[in-house]
């Protein structure tokens, strides 16, 4: 999912080049709408009972719809990347929005039986000289390749602080653990997020940035200690357990010194 924060600076960015470069302003405002649109549809999503892809359902129509503007988003994207090259925060933020469309793909392309193949036929379809269409492609692997490279660009571009790397970091973490299941990387991906933000935490001048980052340190911090599901859990429960304790109904809450917020 495209965050909030990916969506301000976004904004931002299509404002800052409206006048220099027009096309990549209308193209960072068309991601930015795309974006919008598909966030509310996913949260939908997430609020629907099991999809049953054999009959024609609402729930199933509203998957197509986010498959669809995933595909949107993705390919203007992919127009962007050789124009952002020059630039810094843009740069970064381009590459996870790659990352992000491909981890929607994950999450509503495929039936439980294809999820599980990491192993994508995009290579070998490329090394006979065919061209892959979208449907054709396992997007798990690709996906993991899209979150490294935007979690290296992030690394070497930006300050642990940045919210712009923050999210890189946490939308990361959270594909490793829901859709890749390797739940040791996602949380060490976390806790290295946090341990890297408060190293730096005195480089942040504005407040706005501020909240930013400490509601994204926080996140990522509950991330570092989500709790690896059972073998054979029944998914309620296995999703229970992947959030904490099943008897803790609080929610944990860090600032940017790592200690614990009372509720």
């Not at 800052?16 to 598909?38: F, Q, R």
């Not at 439980?112 to 692997?141: D, R």
């Not at 408060?198 to 407040?207: H, K, Q, R, S, T």
């Amino acid at each position: 999912m495209v965050a909030e924060v990916d969506q301000k600076y976004l904004g931002i960015f299509a404002k800052e080049t409206s006048e220099n470069n027009p096309e990549l302003s209308a193209a960072l405002y068309k991601v930015l709408g795309l974006s919008t649109l598909l966030n509310r549809k996913l949260v939908r999503a997430r609020k629907q009972r099991k999809l049953d892809p054999t009959r024609p359902t609402k729930s199933l129509d509203l998957y197509k719809h986010i498959n669809w503007m995933g595909r949107e988003g993705y390919s203007i994207v992919e127009t962007i990347i050789p124009h952002v090259e020059n630039y810094v925060e843009l740069r970064v933020l381009v590459y996870k929005l790659k990352a992000s469309f491909l981890h929607v793909f994950v999450l509503f392309e495929f039936s439980p039986n294809t999820k599980v193949n990491v192993l994508s036929n995009i290579y070998q379809q490329q090394a006979n000289g065919a061209t892959p269409t979208l449907k054709e492609v396992n997007y798990i692997k690709p996906a993991m390749e899209a979150f490294k490279r935007a979690y290296d660009l992030a690394a070497e571009l930006l300050p642990g602080i940045h919210p712009l790397r923050l999210s890189v970091i946490v939308e990361y973490s959270a594909f490793m653990f829901d859709c890749v299941k390797d739940y040791e990387e996602s949380r060490r991906l976390a806790k290295q997020g946090v341990d890297d933000a408060l190293e730096v935490v005195d480089a942040i001048e504005d407040d706005e940035t501020f909240d930013e980052a400490r509601d994204l340190v926080g996140s990522l911090a509950i991330m570092a200690k989500r709790v690896s599901p059972p073998l054979h859990a029944s998914p309620n429960m296995a999703h229970a357990a992947s959030h904490g304790d099943l008897r803790n109904k609080n929610k944990t809450t860090y600032d940017l010194d790592g200690n614990v917020l009372m509720p």
